[in-house]
């Protein structure tokens, strides 16, 4: 099953990516008047072995050299980051015991290097590119999770420094979830667990969120909806939506 597709230079020329656990590239041509694809494969570049890619896969120059990384994670545990056109592995490091579900990149602890948040089956974790190592984790059973980063509440002279928000489901498709959103500033202490009451006994499946300034009074707010019913068979259109203040957690 293809994961994704991204874009990358070599030898002049301009390349399509296409990846699943394979990374295949393509040689990518364009003609006067139009664009024309050679669709001679090329060799595999990076293969992840016995691991699939489970998260969405991002784009970033973790070690500042001008050149990007892919970073995603596995069903395995594994954070990985691999360099376009060199494919070397930047990253590949165990930090979970199960499948990893989400990452974000930014600067958690005030340096010039990034960390990666990322959210699995066993909770939070932070892995730091200037320690090259996990700096904390939070330990919570997670069914399914996503995470984004919010802006943090900065001293003045501190660098743009961000927060991490988690959206965590707890339990499974047969016996139904349980949702929360959780906020931990850049050291991962927890500054709040918001509990996203469902409206029925039976709860939901969670669907999908935006984080965005959606009132306009210049604080961010969480958009949450949920999809279906859990259990066997489980589908139809969700019942329940939540709106979540970002700067405290409180439900509006």
Known sequence: MLASVSWYAAAGESRVLTINENFMSYRYQPTPGGLVYNDTMERPVWNSGNDNISTAVLRHDLDDDGVNELVFGTDRGRLVAVTLGTWFELVKEKVADGELFSLAIGNLDDDNDPE??????????????????????????T???????????????????????????????????????????GEGNEMYKTRLQELEARPALRAAWV??????????????????RAGIGASGPGKNVWLVEVSNGSLV
């Open 116 to 141: 990666i948040a990322v959210v699995s089956v066993d909770g939070v974790h932070c892995f730091d590119m200037s320690k090259d190592r996990v700096t904390w984790d939070r330990d919570y059973d």
């Open 143 to 185: 069914f399914d999770g996503d995470v984004v980063l919010v802006p943090a509440r900065t001293d003045q002279g501190e660098r743009d420094r961000s927060d991490v928000l988690v959206l965590r489901s707890k339990g499974a498709h047969l016996t139904g979830t349980e949702h929360f959103m959780m906020r931990f500033d």
């Open 211 to 228: 984080v965005a300034d959606l009132d306009l009074d210049n604080d961010l707010d969480a958009f949450i909806c949920d999809r279906g």
